[in-house]
Every structure is written in structure tokens, then in C-alpha cells.
Nanobody
């Protein structure tokens, strides 16, 4: 079983930056490097949406609002997933979640994964507030 713990959220002014981290632990950690990993976010009253995901081969895919502003990184040595967020906007305010699935990121006809139901492992979330 894999446990995910996010950190790094907080409050920032529009145009600022934040760096979120996701630490992983658990007895299946040895295979975690091969998992599809992602960041989702959920604002009050809205559905959870995919922000960024990274494949085991390092390929990345971003949701529309994240392109050009956010960067997903991973460190297989310490099993850390990172989301660097720049030029933040008030509409980026949300709870951000780290997620993982023990399969490749090929949920939709061999393409990427967009639904929260595609991911089995979730962290508790970290709040990001942009004013």
C-alpha cells in the first residue's frame, strides 16, 4: 500500500510562486517509480481536475490552465513528486492533491489520465490560496 503526503501549500499574491511536494511511503514503494503520478486540484463547488501528470519514462502532460506556468518534477531516488507553480492567479486557489496509480498514464485510448477515478492512491491535500 502506498501513502502520499503533500506539503508546501500556503497563501500567495497573484503573480507569485509556490512549490508543492509529495512524499511517498509504503510497502510497495519499490515499484513506485513505475507508477503514473499526478497532481489534481479541487476548488469549492467544483469537480476535481487534473493539473499535471508524469509517466514512468518522464513524459509529462498538463491540464489546460497549468500549461506554461506549472512544472511537474519527480525524483525517483527519494520518491518525491513536485509541482512548481509560477505566475499564480486567484483562480488557482484550490486544494491540491497528489495522486498515483500502479499503471501507466494511458487511461483514455492510450492517452493520458484525466479522471480522479483513474487513480488509486491519494494524499490528504494541501491548500493553495492566491489573492
Amino acid at each position: 500500500h502506498v501513502q502520499l503526503v503533500e506539503s508546501g501549500g500556503g497563501s500567495v499574491q497573484a503573480g507569485g510562486s509556490l512549490r508543492l511536494s509529495c512524499a511517498v511511503s509504503g510497502r510497495t514503494i519499490g515499484t513506485y517509480s513505475r507508477y503514473c503520478k499526478a497532481w489534481f486540484r479541487q476548488a469549492p463547488g467544483k469537480e476535481r481536475e487534473m493539473v499535471a501528470q508524469i509517466q514512468d519514462d518522464g513524459m509529462k502532460h498538463y491540464g489546460g490552465t497549468a500549461k506554461g506556468r506549472f512544472t511537474v518534477l519527480r525524483d525517483n531516488d527519494d520518491n518525491t513528486l513536485t509541482l512548481e507553480m509560477n505566475n499564480l492567479r486567484p483562480e488557482d486557489t484550490a486544494m491540491y492533491y497528489c495522486a498515483a496509480r500502479s499503471f501507466p498514464c494511458d487511461c483514455v485510448s492510450g492517452l493520458w489520465c484525466y479522471s480522479s477515478s483513474d487513480f488509486s492512491y491519494w494524499g490528504q491535500g494541501t491548500q493553495v490560496t492566491v489573492s
